[in-house]
């Protein structure tokens, strides 16, 4: 089995916020004073073996953070445009997320995948089936895949990090001012911003990729 870096980023950073926000929740269970006990007893002797168990459990959550991930993005563009429709359509309104050869990239696929994107005709759908036919026939290479991994981790930090942010705002031991809610909140809208882009990135890089296939 080949383990990449890669898995780290993808799976064990977003475990690990998730695996946080469940030893909140499971701390909430228990009193103040018996956590301090906790803490004070013999744990650092079993330091090895806890620090194995924690990147295990971290991976673990990881992995169900992804699959949870990616089902609740499914949902999500049910309610939004994915990025094909805006990239297809160049309606995107940040400059730097537009297909610079739009043209070109739309002529090729409506000579190699036989599908017409215009004005006239523009739906989520096509550009969603567009996108698809045009992933199936694309050249994987190392720049592609870093742009992959870049969106998935993004995508995988946002969900974990709403799930840390509310077990600390239901924490029994975690009784926060109101003042720092506002500033969860603004960290939560960045991680967001940041999952679109990265997606946008992702999706533009394989959507250009249309101009390789012979």
């Known amino acids: 089995m080949e383990f990449r870096f890669e898995d780290i980023l993808k799976n064990i950073i977003p475990g690990s916020i998730v695996f946080t926000g469940v030893l909140l929740i499971i701390l909430n269970q228990i009193t103040f004073d018996c956590m301090i006990e906790i803490l004070k007893s013999d744990l650092k002797e079993y330091s090895e073996i806890l620090l194995f168990a924690i990147l295990t459990a971290s991976y673990l959550f990881g992995y169900l953070n992804d699959s949870i991930s990616s089902i609740l993005e499914s949902l999500l563009y049910k309610i939004i445009k994915k990025p094909s429709y805006y990239l297809l359509t160049n ?50 290479n190392d720049s592609l895949k870093e742009y992959y991994f870049s969106y998935i981790f993004s995508r995988n930090i946002f969900f974990a990090s709403i799930f840390l942010s509310i077990a600390i705002a ?40 249309i101009l390789q296939v012979e």
């Open 170 to 209: 239901t924490s029994n031991h975690l009784k926060l001012e109101l003042f720092y809610y506002p500033i969860i909140l603004c960290i939560l809208t960045i991680l967001y911003v940041r999952r679109i882009e990265k997606s946008f990135y992702y999706s533009r890089k394989v959507i250009v990729g």
């Open 91 to 140: 309606s995107g309104k940040i400059s730097r997320l537009k297909i610079a050869n739009l043209d070109a990239v739309l002529e090729k696929i409506k000579d190699k995948l036989k599908i017409e994107i215009n004005n006239l005709e523009i739906t989520d759908l096509k550009t969603s089936q567009a996108f698809k036919l045009i992933n199936q026939c694309k050249k994987d």
